[in-house]
């Protein structure tokens, strides 16, 4: 089981059932089932006279090697990644060396680890097929600074970016302009003819430039209107250019294949449910989380005559939250709250938020679960306050809402699932 306090989440049937789905939809797709599914894609793209070197970065991207190496049965002569400091890994294996990084922000650790990747990068031959494992979190987790930038100003500008709402594409545009890695930088490191580039999607929109910044994606990025928009995030740089960035082609073979996205978990999720009786939100659900919150019950008003009873609903995507508090929750925690408050007399729910890979923001939780009898065992002036201090985590924690996981291995954005209805329909 991955949710590690199901039992206690688990007060109705409604509760239980949503969370049966959430667990079974992420243990039927980690991302070494989702490797072995596109075996076919990936081994015609691996010639059997070649060398394979496996590199990765990314919080999948252990399980993700786990699942190439069974696929490559014993042709990986060498295999590097870095996975978060806190991720557990079961298994060794002799071709292998792990490094750790921090996430969500870089650190000197980070450094050291993705200088270490980029050697045995720039280590390969022609002649050598080199396979990447990209996922989610690269971002943090594999990061060298250009010009004369420091981690530490990487560390700080993304945290106030991120603590200022903004969305994923925007962070991964400022990080790009920072990295010598990222944006197709490191294509150029890369000596090998054949690439293949295997991901697994935390991006909804499944643009491969912001999957870890698109360090395989050439790209030209142009920060005129972020600076503006976030000028006191880059105040503490001046004299450091930072403006129009442009990364080189080049003429590799180069095979992007995306594995595992969150379009696959939300209809994995409808299979489970019934599609006769599931409302399917969409894959790019995103936007402030007070925003979100009134889409999400605008949308389940707008269904519920349709459905003439009581009915099913699955959504995916990445929203946003201003943070000015000092309290400890998540995107996911805070938009469970945000829905609860919008609920009316005579209306009830389920409503689960969580993030694939098991951490809401700055909190030990994968999400929350809210309902109802949340709502009753608390009040409007209790959830306002644990939310003008950013403390979702605070309390769900108090109210069986919690939902943990620890870090699953996966990352395909955020999953929403549950159940809506209204006296008298």
């Not at 790209?219 to 930072?242: E, H, M, P």
């Not at 978990?265 to 009134?294: F, P, Q």
Request: with cysteine; net charge positive; aromatic share 6%.
């Amino acid at each position: 089981m991955i949710i590690k306090n199901f039992d206690y989440l688990s007060t109705s049937a409604l509760r239980h059932k949503a969370l049966m789905v959430l667990n079974t939809i992420l243990e039927e797709n980690s991302p070494s089932e989702a490797i072995a599914r596109r075996k076919m894609d990936i081994l015609e793209r691996v010639p059997e006279d070649s060398p394979v070197r496996v590199f990765g970065f990314g919080k999948a991207s252990y399980s993700m090697y786990i699942g190439l190496r069974k696929l490559l049965d014993g042709r990986i002569v060498e295999g590097t990644i870095i996975v978060p400091e806190d991720e557990m890994t079961v298994e060794s294996f002799s071709e292998l060396q792990i490094l750790r990084a921090t996430h969500p922000f870089p650190s000197e650790s980070t450094l050291s680890s993705s200088l270490t990747l980029v050697k045995r990068i720039e280590s390969c031959s022609k002649r050598d097929v080199a396979i990447f494992l990209i996922s989610g979190g690269g971002s943090s987790l594999f990061e060298i600074p250009t010009g004369n930038f420091s981690i530490e100003d990487l560390r700080k500008i993304t945290k106030c970016v991120m603590d200022s709402g903004a969305s994923i594409d925007e962070l991964n545009r400022i990080r790009i302009a920072l990295s010598s890695v990222k944006g197709g930088k490191l294509l150029e490191k890369i000596r090998s003819r054949d690439v293949v580039a295997l991901y697994i999607s935390d991006v909804v929109s499944n643009d491969l430039r912001y999957v870890s910044s698109g360090p395989l994606i050439p790209q030209s990025v142009d920060l005129t209107d972020l600076r503006k928009r976030y000028g006191k995030c880059f105040a503490n740089i001046d004299g450091k250019k930072l403006g129009v960035v442009t990364s080189r082609h080049n003429d590799k073979k180069l095979t992007n294949i995306i594995v595992l996205s969150n379009r696959d978990l939300v209809r994995a999720a409808i299979s489970h449910l019934g599609e006769d009786n599931t409302l399917n939100l969409g894959y790019t659900l995103g936007g402030d989380v007070k925003n979100l919150a009134e889409h999400i019950i605008r949308e389940l008003r707008k269904n519920l005559r349709k459905f003439r009873h009581g009915f099913w609903f699955v959504g995916a995507g990445e929203p946003t939250v201003h943070v000015k508090g000092t309290g400890r929750g998540g995107r996911n925690q805070e938009l469970c709250l945000h829905v609860l408050k919008k609920l009316l007399p005579g209306e009830d729910i389920v409503f689960i938020s969580a993030g694939t890979d098991g951490i809401d923001g700055n909190s030990d939780a994968m999400g929350g679960i809210v309902d109802r009898s949340t709502l009753l065992d608390s009040s409007l002036e209790e959830i306002e306050k644990f939310l003008r201090n950013n403390d979702s985590y605070g309390f769900l924690s108090s109210h069986r809402g919690a939902i943990m996981t620890g870090r699953t291995g996966n990352n395909v954005s955020d999953v929403f699932i549950g159940y809506f209805s209204r006296s008298g329909i």
